[in-house]
Nanobody, 117 residues
């Protein structure tokens, strides 16, 4: 069974950078997509960025040019490099693993990112 552990969150001033990590444990044998989502209290979880097992990436418009998703297959880890952070980036960031076929999803526990002005 796949488990995800996020790390790298913290507090930073506006304009700063953080790198989130999502370590994947367990056997992964399906075509899959790894994604980052974020959520603030009272709001729905929103898509941030994704990378497929084919390494094709996708980013939300509001992070284009600031956030970069990448993966280290040898370490079974996906990263989210976040630069030029803004106070509105403050949120709990979640990692998601989605097996395409058969379709199933696993979420990590989240890591908090706080950006102060």
């Amino acid at each position: 069974q796949v488990q995800l552990v996020e790390s790298g969150g913290g507090s930073v001033q506006a304009g700063g950078s953080l790198r989130l990590s999502c370590a994947v444990s367990g056997s992964v044998s399906c075509t899959h997509v790894m994604s980052w989502y974020r959520q603030t209290p009272g709001k729905e979880r929103e898509f941030v960025s994704s990378i497929g097992s084919d390494r094709v990436t996708s980013n939300a418009d509001y992070v284009q040019g600031r956030f970069t998703i990448s993966q280290d297959s040898a370490k079974n880890t996906v990263y989210l490099q976040m630069n030029s952070l803004k106070p509105e980036d403050t949120a709990m960031y979640y990692c998601k693993f989605e097996c395409v076929v058969p379709n199933w999803i696993v979420w990590g526990q989240g890591t908090q990112v706080t950006v102060s002005s």
